[in-house]
C-alpha cells in the first residue's frame, strides 16, 4: 500500500481547536516527517493516543489493533501478564498516514523490538519538573545527568523534548541486558545524582514527597512500557513534538519546549538534519558502566 492511495477522512476536520490545525495537517505533518520518523517506529510495538474529536475531546490509549483496521497494517501479537495484546508495527509510509487519518495524535513505542523483546534498546531518564515553569530546571539537570552518564559512567546521551514540561535523556545500549537489570542500573544512577542535588532532584514516585523538586523517574525502562516516539506529536496546545535535540541547545538561554511544533519541526529537521542519526550505532553494554557506577556509590 502507497500513502498516496491511503483514502482520507473528514481532514478538514479541527483537532487542535486553539491553533486551527486539522486531520489534513496531521497527516501531513507525519507523511512529511516519514523518511525520518519510520527509523524510529520500524519493529516496534506501537500505542496509540487518538482523539476522534480533538484534543478537547476524550482522549482513547490503544494498545489492541481495531477490528477495523486494514489487513495491510501490520500486527504482532505481544506476551503480557495473563494473555496478550495485539499491537501495531509501524513500518511504513502508509501505515503512518492511515494512522494519522485515525487522529492518532500520539505514538508511543516500546523501548524494544520485535525478536528481542526481552532486551532494551535504550535506557530512558524523564526528567518532569512539578510545573511548566521548570523546563529551564529540567535543562540544567539534563546537562548535570550527562555529565554523570558520559564522563563518569562511559556512556553516551542524547536528549529530546517530551512535548510538554520536561526532556528525556536516552543513552543507547547494545541488547545485552533485560530490562530488570537495565532499570536497577538506572534506578542506580538516578539515586546517585540525585543524592548530590537534594534539593533540586528527587527519584521519590509519591508525588506528595517531591515537593518542589524535579523528578528523575526511570520506570519507563521495564518490559512493554512506553516512551513518546521522537518526532511524535503531542495532544496538547500548540501541537507540541517531541523533538531530538543538540547538547549544545540545552545549554542556550530561553529554550522553551513551544519552540517545537508541527509547524516549526519539519523546516527545522530538513535544514540541520536529525541529531539522533548516529545513535543506534553507538549503542554500548552496562559492565563496565555498572562497575564505576559501583565505585561512585
Not at 502507497?2 to 481547536?17: E, G, N
Not at 523518511?35 to 482513547?60: A, F, H, Q, T
Not at 483496521?69 to 498516514?97: M, N, S, Y
Request: hydrophobic share 35%; with cysteine; charged share 25%.
Amino acid at each position: 500500500m502507497r500513502a498516496a492511495d491511503v483514502r482520507l477522512s473528514r481532514p478538514s476536520k479541527t483537532l487542535f481547536p486553539d491553533d486551527g490545525l486539522t486531520k489534513g495537517d496531521l497527516v501531513a505533518y507525519y507523511e512529511r516527517m516519514a523518511p525520518c520518523l519510520l527509523g524510529y517506529l520500524r519493529g516496534r510495538p506501537l500505542v496509540m493516543g487518538r482523539y476522534p474529536d480533538g484534543i478537547d475531546g476524550e482522549g482513547i490509549v490503544q494498545k489492541n489493533v481495531p477490528r477495523h483496521f486494514p489487513g495491510w497494517v501490520r500486527r504482532a501479537e505481544i506476551g503480557k501478564q495473563h494473555g496478550t495484546v495485539t499491537h501495531v508495527i509501524c513500518d511504513t509510509e502508509a501505515t503512518l498516514v492511515y494512522l494519522a487519518n485515525q487522529a492518532s495524535i500520539e505514538l508511543h513505542v516500546f523501548l524494544s523490538r520485535l525478536g528481542a523483546l526481552e532486551a532494551p534498546e535504550a535506557i530512558v531518564f524523564d526528567l518532569d519538573p512539578p510545573d511548566p515553569s521548570g523546563f529551564g530546571d529540567a535543562c540544567r539537570n539534563a546537562l548535570r545527568l550527562r555529565g554523570l552518564l558520559e564522563d563518569e559512567l562511559g556512556l553516551v546521551a542524547y536528549v529530546k523534548t517530551t512535548g510538554g514540561k520536561g526532556l528525556h535523556v536516552h543513552v543507547p545500549l547494545r541488547t545485552d541486558d533485560d530490562f530488570g537489570s537495565v532499570r536497577g542500573f538506572a534506578r542506580e544512577a538516578a539515586d546517585l545524582l540525585a543524592g548530590r542535588y537534594p534539593d533540586e532532584l528527587t527519584t521519590e514516585q509519591r508525588i506528595d514527597q517531591r515537593g518542589r523538586r524535579l523528578y528523575l523517574d526511570v520506570m519507563r525502562n521495564a518490559y512493554a512500557q512506553t516512551v513518546i516516539v521522537p518526532y511524535g506529536v503531542r495532544a496538547r496546545p500548540g501541537a507540541p513534538v517531541a523533538t531530538p535535540m543538540q547538547w549544545e541547545e540545552v545549554e542556550k538561554d530561553g529554550l522553551s519546549p513551544g519552540d517545537f511544533t508541527i509547524g516549526t519541526v519539519p523546516g527545522r529537521q530538513e535544514r540541520e538534519g536529525d541529531p539522533w542519526k548516529d545513535m543506534a550505532r553507538r549503542g554500548r553494554g552496562l559492565s563496565a558502566p555498572r562497575r564505576a557506577l559501583a565505585r561512585l556509590h
